[in-house]
């Protein structure tokens, strides 16, 4: 639907989601005026052929659509509808992703409700993070958690298929967790234990759960999924404002890898085989990466693209001094080994005052 925003998409668009869109599509039509974007209004996949990528071919097809009659920027509102019980993220009433026409810079984007962690991924996460599964990572990240938790309630974000919230919570620590990804979440539920696990649907960045809680983590990098600044500084204003006095955010997140970045060369592989290609690229200007993975399956390749933002430990200091919080530990993994230059990932404790 093509409507007038004068505003940059980029960086907002209409306050009152989709009913604002249609109002102004038809003041439009009535006014003889053209539109200066356009607007997917909802997609709606078929329960029984949702996770084979559809949602990706219809939106490919509607930019091409749209930039065929020459427009250049797109909207996609959705609206959020959270299972019972549960509280939805979404602002206004609907989520808001906004596209170029044409190509985005480094392959296809993800439109999945769930994120980049829709059905597909979540059937293959625990397989494929099989190493982050290991007990020995599992028993020292759980027990540092406990340590701080002290007695005092968790709150994980990104919870997802529950890897560390459930041991966690069979050590005594009373978790809650937030995700986006409806299908990540239903793999914890699967687990024993699962379901007695609080779990809000909805972005960690600003979602707000009752009551306080002694220990927020976020881990496996997750912090980097957020791909603005502005996004991070939230998050971390969403977990300070979650936290007790005295109440510690704990984040494990890899130090960027700029180190194997030689000048002039802004993409890093880290895996090559007969079917399989896989290469992170690097804007250094805006801290703005991707993973970038190529596979052959059954003959054909297939193209994903994940985008982050990478972000160094003295940054996320600085977020933490905006949220309140100041740092109160930092090492190279959960068994305290010292943080170093040759750190290739870091825990952070950051701790909100007490009292
Ligand atoms: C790498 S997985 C980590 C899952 C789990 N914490 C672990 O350590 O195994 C990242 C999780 O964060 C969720 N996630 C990513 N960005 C999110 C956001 N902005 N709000 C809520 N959840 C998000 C994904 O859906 C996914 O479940």
Redesign the pocket.
Known sequence: MPFTWEGDPAESLPAGGWDQVILTAALDRREGRRGTMVSALEISIRADLKGKGLSSIMLAAMRRNAADQGYKDQALWRACHGPAGSTSACRDDGEIHVRSAGLPPYGPTMDDQ??F?GERVAAAYDES?AD?FEPGVVDATVGFLAGLADGGRAL?L????G??ALPLARRGVPVHG????RA?VSRLRAKPGGDSIGVTI????TTRVDGTFSVVYL????IM??TTQAEQVACFRNAAAHLEPGGCFVVEVVIPELRRLPAGQNVVPFHVSPTRWAFDIYDVATQATSSNYVEVVDGRGEYRSIPFRYVWPSELDLMAQLAGLHLRERWDGWTRDAFTSESRQHVSVWQKPAG
Do not use: K, Q
């Not at 937030?178 to 990804?181: E, N, Q, V």
């Not at 909805?202 to 960045?205: L, R």
């Open positions: 769930d994120g962690f993070s982050m994980e990104g919870i997802g298929t890897r560390i937030i995700d986006l990804s990540m909805g972005d960690f960045a881990l496996f990098n997750t999924n957020l």
